[in-house]
Structure formats: structure tokens, C-alpha cells
């Protein structure tokens, strides 16, 4: 009997295409006990009360059914509405706004609607782990834009021009950056804008972690001028409103692009579910209050963790936004990998190597704050003792719960 090679019946491109760095990690994760974990980007609150009772309500009174392609009309004119009141931006919600099955829905939908096979698409770097698959798996070409701790994790107008080929078709932004916590100012926003218009650049630009921007003002790329139009502005409910286990985002933009992203919907998810859509309108209409209160501690938890690492002899940029810090961590003499699977086996504290970022996140690791300090302060503890086992010595230090109730160590 001939022996079937299955790997060959695999699309090659789906088959050359490498795990998630996330996840493959965190393989390791599930197989111990005892794990404080900072490497899943999710909020440790759980979903306000009113928004969990929306969705029980709903569901008694019957909602059960599919929606529009598009989504409920109700939450379009909810997310149109909120959208203008932050950022002046005027939406069509009949034809400019699509409900899709959380960011990486609309991310995924978006590029195959705008890539042509070989379109080349610039990607800041480090960079969340989804963005090179999804233009590979639509036929494009990822091209990296470096950048590091010298510069803020930022890129440039300077460095997208130069990168630019006939085949640049889309620059893809996310700011509050995942996984630095790095934010862009209005000024190298606009030059960069001009690049685009100048180069016919489309930009696809994730601003999921748009309402946790500590420093400054976060600026929306679409609401600047000429900009509307050629950006299709992707956000959700996941980071703000902690509601990552439902699945509701949504994308922005000239009709013609969301009408065509709209055909792929339609064809592979249909619609989002109708009660996490119910859940999302509540989030939008009613939901402020309770996202501010989880803002405001997630900044002190940055400002108390940043330390925490620096006191610790370990150089961490200081994120203007989202709930990563990205310390450096070569000063162990370990790389990224080697530091993440050491520290997980020594002392049972789960972070995520950096090069899961791409090749500039060497020598980083991504933590993420969003954790109790309780969590935060016992993993502190852990992470000391094992950087001084590497030759790094620590300042004695408070944990983040002693600086946040004022103690000293």
C-alpha cells in the first residue's frame, strides 16, 4: 500500500507558515502548576456586570438569531457615534462600518480585500504576531521596519519612504503598540500620512489599545487630513471593555473597501453572534466609567512594574500605552528564549520571548501588567532571584504592591 504523505496535501504556503511564538510557549505553560503567568495580552478584570447582564437579557428575551452580514444597524450607529465623539470622524454606519469576529477578523479581511499576490506591506517591528501571517496567507509580502529601545520603539517618515518599492501597497500600524506599549505623537503621524498620500499607500491601522494610552493624546490616523479615506481603521471591545472571550470588532472605511471585506464575511463567519453584539452596544452606550476605572489601574501598575524592572538592573522602556512592558534582558547573558524558558523552569513565572516579535525583539521580553499586584509582586520576587543567579544585581527593592501602598523593602 502506497504510504500518503498528508503534510503534501497541506496548501504550502499553510504549511511553511510558523505557530504563533505566543502559543507555542505557552504549550509549555499548561503542562506545570504553580505558573504566575504575564505573557497572554488579556485584562484580568472580569466584563462589567452591565455589560454580562445585557447579554443574559437578551438572551431572554430571544435574541438568538444571525444578524445583518454587516451586524446589528443599532451597534453600527453606536460605534459611528462613538468613533465621531472621540475623533471627529464621520462613518456611514450602513456602509462604512462592518461588526466583525473580534480585530483579527477585520486584520485578516482587510488584507485580503487590498493584496494583490507579491504587494509588499510595511510593518513596524517588533511586531503582534498576526501581521506577517495574514499578508502572507493573502498573497502579500511582509516588510519589516525596525525599530528599538533608542528610539522609542517608533518608526519614521525617513524610514517608511525609504522602504517603499512599485510593489508597497499597504502600511499596517498599531499604536499602542503590541508588544511595546509604544505610542506615535500627531506631528510624525502627519509626516507619515503625507508619505502615504504621496506613495498611494493604503494604511491599515489596528488601534484596539486606542483608549489605554497613558502620555499625551493618542491620535486617531484616520481622522487626519486626506486620510479617511485611504486608512481603514480597525478597533474592538476586547482591551478597553475586557472582552476578549467575545469575539465582537469592527473596521472602518470607504464604503468600496468595507463592502468588498463585507463579501469575504459573508462568506466564511456570516455575521458575529447576536448577544456579544447586544453585549458590545451596552459596552459603547453605557460602559465608560468602568473602563476608566481599569485605565487607571493599569497605569499604576505600569508606572510601579517599569520600575520594578529597572531597579531589578534590568533597562525597560517606559510604554506610553496598551499593558506590555518590554524589558531588556541581555544583560543576563541569556537570550530571550533561553531567559523565558529558564525563567519559567527555575522560578515558574511565564513571559513571552521577544523574537516571537520579530528578529528586533532579541534581547526583550514582553510582560504583561494586566495581573493582580498580588500576582505581580510574588513574580517580582522570582524574577530578582533569578537575574542574580545570571550576574545582574538588583537594588533591593520594593515589589509592586509595597510602592503601591507606600512600603519599603
Known sequence: MTQINWSEKVNPVVRN???????RFFDLVAEMKGVISLGVGEPDFVTPWHIR????YSLEKGYTMYTSNWGLLELREAVAADVEGTYNIKYNPRDEILITVGVSEAMDLAMRVLLEPGDEVLIPEPSYVSYAPCTTLAGGVPVFIPTGMEN???ISAEQVQSLITPRTKVLLLCYPNNPTGAIMDREELLKIAEVAKQNDLMVVSDEIYDRLTYVGQHTCMASLPGMQDRTVLLNGFSKAYAMTGWRVGYAAGHPDIIGAMTKIHQYTMLCTSITAQ????????NGQPAMRHMVENYNRRRNLVVQAFRDMGLPCYEPGGAFYAFPQISGTGLNCEEFAEELLKQEQVALVPGNAFGPSGEGFVRVSYAASLDDLSEAFRRMSRFVRRY???PKIISTPKQMANGQSA
Open 17 to 23: 507558515l510558523p505557530p504563533s511564538g505566543i502559543r
Open 53 to 56: 447582564e445585557a447579554c443574559i
Open 152 to 154: 522609542g520603539f517608533r
Open 278 to 285: 447586544m453585549a458590545a452596544m451596552e459596552a459603547l452606550k
Open 391 to 393: 550576574g545582574v544585581r
